[in-house]
């Protein structure tokens, strides 16, 4: 399975060294991501979900400590210098940001910026023609009029057009992996379908594995294929979306799907606590101390993902629990 | 754009107007000229008519109503270039402050060509890797730099370079106070430069200093920004980075500023000015201070002014050419 | 309202639960324990603080660490045997000025003089601007309005322009002079450091206040209908105290260089009954440069440049301290 993969991480672990001790962000986490896929990533913040990518683009700071392996067909990225790193970057990966805005540079013509992705990656082509080809690409994505608005900056555009363009830029060397970084969050509503719609034509016209990262399942249901649901640093739950939503075993899955607003229900049962301290982060399973199921044997090892039912739930209880459903 | 400058222009002259009315009547009670007249020209003060004649003439009235008047005698003069006299000798006033203008002009342009490049790339050294021996050494050395007044750094210079270095080996390094050597005559760039080198060095103390943590700061706000991770996820080179993305940008609000620290040049180099006897706007206006000289200080007054409003105007078209989110219109 | 909840609103959360990309950080510090760490942590704050309270205590038990009277030779002078001018030796450890007195006496006592204006002057302005740039901080408008454009003058001109011209106005206003003396007395002096000095203070925390402000605690206090004057006393100042401890920090090194900028160029307290600064003492110094008397002019100098550095780099410590962006900064 592996082999094919279009990415693949193993075991990455994120540590980053601050004034107040070492934060273990990310600590072992494992996935694969298949062409044409979308896999979506769930979480808290400051679950890991987008330090995990960050890191494997390599575009943490210098305080970050990354070990495991992440490969991006046969390279490894985990570790590599500056120069593979590089090559891989907006090449074979793209990532596109939360907030567009920012992530835009603001005094820079928003069609340079598209051919400046095209230009870091054809050496021998020339501005002309990757001026051509952003605005051919601002038309793919969905921006009326693409020549005058390839002239324009990134503060004349509305937020979802500023995604447009991320979105763009982000596909202009036909990416085998498409990181989207909570893609819609800043955006609203009406706006988030039609980014999200953009997302998944591409996939289907180019094959492109996505990863979709964000908070919202929601987007989640509409969009992904697999699902993996991220707590204090890991993978606590792994399942495709339906079997997920359906017959989800993780603690910590269900109470993320109870909080979620749903027609016909009257309340919403939110997870009582807050995400632990990554400072020290709690022997076992994390979410023991927020989970109502937890009992002594929480407190063992951390636990790891094991085959329950339809998903792959990282619970010592799971097995009991179950019955209790 | 051009209307924006046109608008920006007429703006300043109301401005101008204000200012320059506050600061006649700050100058009037700090200077008192009348008494200052009478104390400079003994054998006038003690002719009554001639003392009143001298108040008609240069509008020294006493009383609000007085100052107001008595400003636009003042304005009236100064625009159609009948400026008042200097109380002392009754001179004329331009062809002084107008050579202590060039020669201010001269050390502050030199002060700025030294102290931008050096002050601007240790901004730059540092904030590139922050938290590092090199970041810390910078800001220390800034620090350090801002503690050195003007006039300890000017006189241990002089100590130094002058007096001791003549008792080691004979001659002093470098020439410590004037312009020239004395009764030297004419124009003599090397000389002159040469004389030039320690008050540059004062100036330019205080000033590397400010913009290298200038530099620092705007830099690194730059290198944290969301934009330049997307520049860096395109996986164009470090190299382009940072100068495409991060020094573009981070330059803008330096730019801004140098316009406004070379707008006060003309004011601001009293101290160094005054301890190295060069003969510019510092030493001019501490003469004339010294002598209670209104018609001397006016003028001077309102180059100053003039100065920082016009640099004022500069540093906004530089800012609104180098970011396109800001619209002048 | 319980005293605990009051006490949490003084210090609001720090930025950083926000931050997902450092990920979840509740740390058990608060946020004020925090900021005296990362003081300790700004290596050279702390190094200066532990100079700066040795230089007081100097300062301070002046009868004790002096060596001589303020204007007192150091010994009789006779044919053969004067006593100005005299390098550095065992009597006079940092040599001896043209009236044969002992210069390390004469830095404590002037010393003593310069922060004493210093202090006064930085509390003077420190009171003055918190409340002149609080108020129009918080209130906007008109008054916010004529603050901006007053200080956007004062901020244009030099300095020694603008204190040397409203010392001239001070001293030709006789009820003035009334009040505050004679333009050689200390007190002229304070006043009229303070009279300029507010300014810059005003303009920080009128920033600061402006920024609070719009902070989610202060919006909530507004919509449970707290009053202004609660807000302020109660929310803002507790909350720009950081800002106000930085301000008056650089007010004081700002004054003590501003006593010597002026004194330098003779416009300081007068020296006549051997009273000194650190102003006086640098201004001296010009006399001994052509004779070449280099400890005239290298201990005050040094001694001022010192005394300045450890106040900037406190003010710097702070200033990091109480910033919530430093909180991610790495060591």
Known sequence: MSTESALSIRDLRVTFKTLLGNVQAVRGVSLDVQPGEVLGVVGESGSGKSVSFLAVMGLLGRNAVIEGSAKVGDTELVGANQRTLRKVRGNNV?????????????????????????????????????????????????IPQPEQRARQYAHEFSGGMRQRVMIAMAIANDPK???????????????????????????????????????DLGVVARMADRVQVMYAGRVVERADVHSLFHQSDHPYTRGLLASQPTLGRERLSPIPGAPPNMLQPPSGCAFRVRCAHAGPECAGAVPELIQVRRTETACVRAQELEALV | ???????????????????????????????????????????????????????????????????VRGYFVWLKGFVTGNWQVSIKGSRPVWPNLKIALVNTIRLGLLAVMVSIPIGLSLGIFAALKPGRLRDTAVNTGAIIGFSVQPFISAIILQLFFGVQWAKWFGEPLLPTSGLYPPGHQG?????????????????????????????????????????????????????????????????????????????????????????????????????????????ELMPWMVIITSSVILFNLLADLAYAWLDPRIRLD | MTEFQELNHVDPPADLHHDDSIGVLQTSLSPKRMAAKRFVNHRAAFVSAIVLT???????????????????????????????????????????????RDLYSRIIYGAQVSLMIGLFTAIGSVMLGTLVGGLAGYKGGWLDDILMRVTDIYLALPLLVVLVIVRGMLANVEWVTAIMGDTSSVRFLVILLTVVGWMGVARLIRGQVKQLKEREFIEAARAL?????????????????????????????????????????GFGPDAGSGMTSLGLLIRDSKRAVPPGYWWLVVFPGVFFIILSLCINFIGDGLRDAVDPKMQQEVK
């Open chain 1, 177 to 215: 992996v498409l990181i989207a970084d909570e893609p819609t969050t800043a955006l609203d509503v009406t706006v988030q379908a039609q980014i999200l719609e953009v997302i998944d034509r591409i996939r289907k016209e180019m094959g492109t594995a996505v990863v979709l990262i964000t908070h």
């Open chain 1, 94 to 142: 793209a990532m596109i940001f939360q907030d567009p805005l920012s992530a835009l540079n603001p005094v820079h013509r928003v069609g340079a910026q598209v051919a400046e992705m095209i230009l870091a990656h054809h050496h021998g082509m020339s501005k002309d023609d990757a001026a051509k080809r952003a605005v051919e690409l601002l038309d793919i994505v969905g």
């Open chain 3, 225 to 265: 209908g707290a009053s202004s004057s609660r807000i302020m006393f109660r929310h803002l100042l507790p909350n720009s105290v950081g800002q106000i401890m930085v301000a008056l920090t650089f007010a004081v090194v700002g004054a003590i260089s501003a006593e010597a900028t002026l004194s330098f160029f």
């Open chain 2, 187 to 295: 124009f003599d760039p090397v000389l002159m430069l040469k004389y030039m080198i320690l008050p540059v060095i004062v100036v330019s103390i205080q000033s590397i200093a400010s913009y290298s943590r200038y530099m620092r700061a705007s830099l690194l706000d730059v290198l944290n920004s969301d934009y330049l991770r997307t520049a860096r996820s395109k996986g164009i080179s470090e190299r382009r980075v940072l100068v495409k993305h991060a020094l573009r940008n981070a330059m803008i609000p330096i730019v801004t500023l140098a316009a406004l620290d070379i707008g006060a040049i003309v004011g601001g180099l009293i101290i160094s000015e005054a301890v190295f006897d060069y003969p510019g706007m510092g030493v001019f206006f501490l003469n004339a201070q010294s002598n209670g000289d209104f018609p």
């Open chain 2, 1 to 67: 754009m051009l209307r924006f400058i046109v608008r920006r222009l007429l703006w300043a002259i109301p401005t101008l107007f204000i200012v320059t009315f506050v600061v006649y009547c700050a100058l009037r009670l700090a200077t008192n000229p009348l008494a200052s007249y009478a104390r400079a020209n003994p054998r006038v003060a003690k002719d009554p008519e001639k003392m009143a004649q001298y108040v008609e003439t240069n509008g020294l009235w006493p009383g609000f109503g007085g100052y």
């Open chain 3, 54 to 100: 040795m230089i007081v205590i100097f300062v301070v038990l002046s009868p004790i660490t002096t060596r001589y009277g303020i204007n007192e030779s150091i010994f009789k002078a006779e044919a053969g045997r004067p006593n100005q001018n005299l390098a550095p030796f065992n009597l006079a450890w940092f040599g001896t000025d043209g009236n044969g």
